[in-house]
């Protein structure tokens, strides 16, 4: 009996000790307690061992067995215009492309962090990149004079000219899209990251981000800064900010709880309708929804949730109409997780049709980012960012343009964005803006 019963202790305490590790690894995971943060860096160093070495490749890159760029080039379908593209080299270099529809380069920008912003104050340790790339591009626009400005994603706004030298640089955490308006001023998501309880977001708990509309000034200076929480809370929509809890007694959230990705205004050259020219449109990714608010009293006055999934990239089409880039992550390559491009009735309640959507003979995914370009004949070019592909489809939805972003040979890389230039932009523009500034004394 003696030995049954001590057998029977020896079980139960096993157990205890087992149910004990199993909460406190819950409760250590949500609340970052030891071992978290120390396993997470033993991860992270091991995954930056396998991609120095060549073992296992980054995010950006994969395999493939294309050997082709192009692969339909249709000019009497496709629009005029060079392409403007941003991705990561096979050497891990940061570069801006422009190309022309054969892919041909015709200008490029090379772009390094460490070299760009080499004591970046303004960021916290954490984030501060260790290796190249350190980041990626994400959001660019380029200027009549051939500046470009562009997000190093998370990081900072830069400015650099023709020839890639630095005009000024924003120390803010930028992120996503860049806007360019009528009056030449950008507009740009923010974020800033909060270890400490905010008074005015209860059950808001520390590390979280939060996320600023930013209106910043052709010499980079930021004009407006809005706060998106606040808007929301001013809108009596709070309820928005806390559709990522998942306790039943608490509104507990932590984190990226909304993800803004997109700010753009409305314009003048489009007729007014339900939009009127200075309206903002935002796009929160973690929260599936679209926002369109009037700048000067703050108003919501189109907000649509649940018709799309994890979109990017909501462009204004008319007054009454948006345009955006539907993720719809599910399922990869399947019916069901096709990505989309749908377009939103503000009249009709946020009514959604859905423009194109891949098929199974051309699948058409990307599980994140992406982005979308209107032309005025109907035509679209898409970037499949994940997929490393840009294309263009006329209004029957047929593909007249397609590219593939091998950056070395079995190597495709992402995309963060394709983007056509005005016709202006010519290799004569290039070509003559860089000699002229690049080599003046």
Same mark, same amino acid.
């Given at each position: &009996?003696?030995?049954?019963?001590?057998?029977?202790?020896?079980? $139960?305490?096993?157990?205890? $000790? &087992? +149910?004990?590790?199993?909460?406190?690894?819950?409760?250590?995971?949500?609340?970052?307690?030891?071992?978290?943060?120390?396993?997470?860096?033993?991860?992270?160093?091991?995954?930056?061992?396998?991609?120095? %070495?060549?073992?296992?490749?980054?995010?950006?890159?994969?395999?493939?067995?294309?050997?082709?760029?192009?692969?339909?080039? =249709? =000019?009497?379908?496709?629009?005029?215009?060079?392409?403007?593209?941003?991705?990561?080299? +096979?050497?891990?270099?940061?570069?801006?492309?422009?190309?022309?529809?054969?892919?041909?380069?015709?200008?490029?920008?090379?772009?390094?962090?460490?070299?760009?912003?080499?004591?970046?104050?303004?960021?916290?340790?954490?984030? *501060?990149?260790?290796?190249?790339?350190?980041? !990626?591009? !994400?959001?660019?626009?380029?200027?009549?004079?051939?500046?470009?400005?562009?997000?190093?994603?998370?990081?900072?706004?830069?400015?650099?000219?023709?020839?890639?030298?630095?005009?000024? *640089?924003?120390?803010?955490?930028?992120?996503?899209? /860049?806007?360019?308006?009528?009056?030449?001023?950008?507009?740009?998501?923010?974020?800033?990251?909060?270890?400490?309880?905010?008074?005015?977001?209860?059950?808001?708990?520390?590390?979280?981000?939060?996320?600023?509309?930013?209106?910043? @000034?052709?010499?980079?200076?930021?004009?407006?800064?809005?706060?998106?929480?606040?808007? /929301?809370?001013?809108?009596?929509?709070?309820?928005?900010?806390?559709?990522?809890?998942?306790?039943?007694?608490?509104?507990?959230?932590?984190?990226?709880?909304?993800?803004?990705?997109?700010?753009? %205004?409305?314009?003048? @050259?489009?007729?007014?309708?339900?939009?009127?020219?200075?309206?903002?449109? /935002?796009?929160?990714?973690?929260?599936? %929804?679209?926002?369109?608010?009037?700048?000067?009293?703050?108003?919501?006055?189109?907000?649509?949730?649940?018709?799309?999934?994890?979109?990017?990239?909501?462009?204004?089409?008319?007054?009454?109409?948006?345009?955006?880039? =539907?993720?719809?992550?599910?399922?990869?390559?399947?019916?069901?997780?096709?990505?989309?491009?749908? *377009?939103?009735?503000?009249?009709?309640?946020?009514?959604?049709?859905?423009?194109? @959507?891949?098929?199974?003979?051309?699948?058409?995914?990307?599980?994140?980012?992406?982005?979308?370009? $209107?032309?005025?004949?109907?035509?679209?070019?898409?970037?499949?960012? &994940?997929?490393?592909?840009?294309?263009?489809?006329?209004?029957?939805? #047929?593909?007249?343009?397609?590219?593939?972003?091998?950056?070395?040979?079995?190597?495709?890389?992402?995309?963060?964005? +394709?983007?056509?230039?005005?016709?202006?932009?010519?290799?004569?523009?290039?070509? #003559?803006? +860089?000699?002229? /500034?690049?080599?003046?004394?």
């Amino acid at each position: &009996m003696g030995k049954k019963s001590d057998i029977f202790a020896l079980y $139960l305490f096993v157990a205890s $000790l &087992m +149910a004990g590790a199993f909460i406190y690894g819950v409760f250590a995971y949500k609340n970052e307690l030891f071992p978290v943060p120390q396993v997470k860096r033993i991860i992270n160093s091991l995954v930056d061992i396998q991609e120095a %070495t060549g073992t296992r490749l980054p995010w950006y890159h994969k395999k493939t067995t294309r050997t082709t760029k192009v692969t339909v080039n =249709d =000019d009497e379908l496709t629009t005029s215009g060079l392409i403007a593209i941003s991705t990561i080299s +096979a050497d891990n270099e940061m570069i801006v492309q422009v190309i022309d529809r054969s892919a041909n380069i015709i200008h490029e920008w090379k772009i390094d962090w460490f070299q760009i912003w080499p004591n970046p104050d303004h960021l916290p340790e954490n984030v *501060r990149p260790q290796s190249r790339p350190g980041t !990626h591009i !994400h959001g660019m626009v380029l200027l009549d004079n051939g500046d470009l400005v562009f997000n190093f994603e998370g990081l900072g706004l830069v400015r650099l000219n023709i020839c890639g030298e630095v005009v000024w *640089r924003l120390p803010y955490r930028t992120h996503h899209s /860049i806007h360019l308006d009528e009056s030449g001023n950008f507009w740009v998501a923010g974020q800033i990251t909060y270890t400490e309880p905010l008074t005015r977001l209860p059950n808001y708990k520390p590390p979280f981000e939060e996320f600023t509309i930013l209106e910043v @000034s052709p010499n980079g200076q930021i004009i407006t800064e809005i706060s998106v929480s606040e808007l /929301i809370q001013e809108n009596g929509l709070s309820g928005l900010l806390y559709l990522s809890t998942r306790v039943d007694d608490a509104t507990l959230v932590s984190g990226d709880t909304l993800h803004l990705n997109d700010v753009e %205004t409305f314009p003048s @050259s489009l007729a007014s309708g339900v939009f009127k020219r200075g309206d903002i449109m /935002i796009s929160l990714r973690n929260i599936n %929804t679209i926002i369109v608010f009037d700048k000067e009293d703050r108003k919501i006055k189109f907000q649509s949730t649940g018709n799309f999934l994890r979109q990017h990239d909501p462009d204004f089409v008319d007054g009454n109409t948006i345009s955006l880039f =539907d993720n719809n992550n599910l399922y990869p390559q399947s019916d069901r997780g096709n990505s989309r491009i749908v *377009r939103l009735s503000a009249e009709h309640g946020g009514r959604v049709n859905t423009v194109y @959507s891949g098929t199974v003979d051309q699948p058409f995914y990307s599980s994140k980012m992406g982005k979308h370009q $209107l032309f005025s004949n109907g035509n679209i070019l898409i970037t499949e960012s &994940m997929a490393g592909r840009a294309f263009e489809i006329n209004r029957k939805g #047929n593909v007249v343009w397609e590219y593939f972003n091998l950056v070395d040979d079995g190597l495709l890389a992402y995309l963060s964005e +394709a983007q056509s230039l005005p016709v202006n932009f010519n290799k004569e523009f290039f070509d #003559n803006n +860089a000699k002229r /500034i690049c080599q003046s004394p």
